[in-house]
């Protein structure tokens, strides 16, 4: 099934999509990957969910990425007398480690790592910023504060502390276990919530030991300010526009969403754009204009794929959020001024032997009006550097590994078709022709341009570049 555009859309699973019927839909319809957000839903659920994706991929040949998302060190407050207390601006509120219930003057606050972060002057988000409270004086267990802006504060409403680098792992015990269970499933990707630091990403690495892609949501402004550096780390970046909107002012976050795609195609990593994309899809059948606008933008921006969260996963109309979805990217993926955009960021490769070949790749399917560039690939590298070109044809990725075909999923204008390595030029030729023309990319008469690395079937070696006559 070949989609009929470049970028790809990450589609959330939950209540709303737990069926195999709905979840074919939402396949059918143009989601690429599948998220699992263990932040909800017991292990039960996503077992069976991860079950019907690849019977899914099973009953359609086309490899499904699956990310798991881990909750992350979430920090909360604890339960107040009745559900929740108003909290007036200008008044007094005590935050402390004392378990008992909170009220209109004091809440309890579990996380201690939190209070060894605070200074006077230091200002506490609560509620994904609805409440602001600026602390006057604090200890290792308590924070005394002033209510800026007031309104309801609810039972274990979130707390984030702007421009504060807390001393926590991006890895709880919940995210262990649930770690495990998610490797022992067999997931594609990895999402890290709330990562702070490269230190956060070489831990995950080491549980994870190659298992699975790494991929690191950038949430955090402490994360922000070590952009470069987290971006060699992981395999794929998102901007979470969420959190990183709560902790930052919100005309902040689009310009970062610019640079955060920039850079990480630049790395040659993929990017996914995430957060309320389509927000008013989870009560509304059509989305609005300003939210049409921004998935295009992502799209105009290069990025790999676009994220829907609660649309699909609890939302009241989950197959009609990817297939607008789907819509938008197709007809700004036509636009002319698609192609300029996304020349204009180009960057000049680097001086090796599989960037000068992919890069060529590009230029000559330009100038020949080929079909498509067809990469024989082990590890995904010769996939993510003809993608990171942003040839003006699709990639076909050819690999005999199905974790490599499933994980490039994610990557920008890529079909991955899983298929034995060749061992000679010959076969080479003839297996990109047959493929292509298989899955309705290329026809009789028609050119590929094919890379490959020689010795065939070594990681990282690509130094072949062949034109191919698409033939009976």
């Known amino acids: 099934m070949r989609r009929q555009r470049q970028a790809k859309i990450v589609a959330t699973l939950g209540p709303a999509s737990a069926t195999p019927a709905v979840i074919r839909a939402l396949f059918d319809a143009g989601a690429d990957v599948f ?74 606050l579990p996380h201690p790592e939190v209070f060894k972060a605070l200074t006077a002057g230091t200002d506490l988000l609560l509620d994904d910023g609805k409440l602001r409270l600026r602390v006057e004086e604090c200890g290792a267990d308590f924070a005394e504060t002033t209510v800026i802006t007031g309104g309801r504060l609810s039972d274990r409403k979130g707390v984030n502390v702007p421009g504060a680098l807390l001393p926590i792992s ?37 549980l994870i030991a190659g298992r699975a892609a790494v991929l690191v949501k950038l949430e955090k402004p402490a994360a922000i300010e070590r952009l470069e550096e987290l971006i060699e780390l992981a395999d794929a970046v998102m901007v979470a526009r969420g959190d990183l909107g709560v902790e930052m002012p919100a005309e902040d976050v689009p310009p970062l969403q610019k640079r955060i795609i920039a850079a990480g195609r630049e790395a040659g990593k993929p990017v ?38 609660a649309e699909t996963a609890s939302g009241d109309y989950p197959l009609e959020s990817v297939a607008i979805m789907n ?23 680097e001086a090796t032997a599989p960037d000068a070949i992919s890069a060529a790749a590009a230029q000559v399917a ?14 995904g590298s010769t996939t993510l550097r003809a993608a990171r070109e942003r040839p003006e044809v699709p990639v076909l990725c050819l690999t005999e590994k199905m974790e490599t075909a499933r994980r490039l999923a994610l990557c920008w204008g890529t079909h991955c078709v899983q298929t034995q390595d060749v061992r000679s030029f010959s076969e080479m030729v003839d297996k990109a022709c047959r493929i292509a023309r298989e899955q309705g990319i290329a026809e009789k008469g028609q050119r590929l341009v094919v890379t490959a690395g020689v010795p065939f079937g070594t990681p990282g070696s690509t130094n072949v570049l062949r034109i191919a006559w698409v033939e009976d």
Not at 41 to 65: S, W
Not at 171 to 200: M, Y
Not at 331 to 346: G, N, S, T
Not at 366 to 379: P, Q, R
């Open 170 to 206: 991006a890895l709880t015990e919940k995210d262990r276990t649930d770690l495990q269970v998610g490797l022992d499933l067999g997931v594609d990707w990895v999402a890290l919530s709330f990562v702070q630091r490269p230190e956060d990403v070489a831990e995950a690495r080491r």
């Open 366 to 379: 330009h100038t020949l009006s080929a079909a498509a560039i067809v990469t024989y690939t082990t590890s």
């Open 35 to 108: 998220r699992l957000n263990f932040s909800h839903g017991a292990h039960a659920d996503h077992r069976e969910r991860f079950a019907i994706l690849r019977q899914i991929e099973a009953d359609t040949g086309r490899p499904i990425g699956i990310m798991m998302d881990l909750q992350g060190p979430k920090l909360r407050v604890g339960k107040l007398a009745g559900g929740g207390a108003d909290l007036k601006a200008g008044q007094r509120f005590r935050l402390d480690m004392t378990p008992m219930e909170g009220d209109s003057l004091r809440a309890p």
């Open 272 to 309: 996914v754009v995430a957060t309320q994309m389509l927000d008013s899809m989870v009560h509304a059948p059509t989305p609005t204009r300003a939210e049409a606008s921004d998935v295009a933008t992502a799209v105009y921006d290069g990025a790999d794929a676009v994220m829907l969260s």
């Open 327 to 349: 819509r938008i990217i197709r007809r700004v993926e036509k636009d002319p001024y698609y192609r300029r955009f996304i020349l204009a960021q180009h960057r000049e490769p």
